[in-house]
């Protein structure tokens, strides 16, 4: 599969369980969680970034999902609730399922990441500023242009829409290479650790139109 024969739709509620099953391969294929565990993980994951993304693209060929790329203009969705609510729910499945030290160091990634992007939100509040909130490629299909292809898109979406700037949250697990590879800067970071384990660093990168 390639760029070149995919086309990039808005997402739909039907897209889920797919979404799901990539940021379950993404983030949690090599970790030491059961199927239920590392599912209920990937699907509070995916259920927070919709609910908080404002626009919503994934990449589809002969109707399978390549990748996605949400992002944000600072709005409270219209369907926020609904998503919320699912991972609300999700959550308290998961408690069940983790151990509470599991839990809690799953928890300290979204902790600091969410931290680091409040602060830049509130930096310069006079600059209006749009989020790439998730950005993901099915493993499958790496190396395809797949990812190259959707940031572009994402990226010509924002400037359609009058934003002059963009950022985004990362971590150590994530190929920050490419942003820097697209021309954005490291703007802020902050240490992931629980009490008992390291985990590198999340970071802000930005870049302008």
Known sequence: MSADTSIIV?????DLSELISIVERVWYLDSDESKDESRSLATIDIAYFIGVSTHRFVAKQDGQILGLIFCSNGETPADFEKWQKLENETTAKAKKLLSEARFKDYEIFG???????????????????WEITLFCVNPA??????????????????????????????DDDCDFGFYQHKGLTCKDKAAIKSSTKDYGFAYIYAGDF
């Open 10 to 14: 808005p997402f739909e509620d039907t």
């Open 111 to 129: 902790d600091v990441e969410s931290h680091l992007v409040h602060d830049y939100w509130n930096t310069n509040t006079n600059d209006a500023k």
């Open 141 to 170: 299909i790496k190396s395809q242009g797949i990812g190259g292809m959707l940031f572009s898109y994402v990226l010509d979406f924002m400037k359609e829409q009058g934003a002059k700037h963009y950022f985004l949250a990362t």
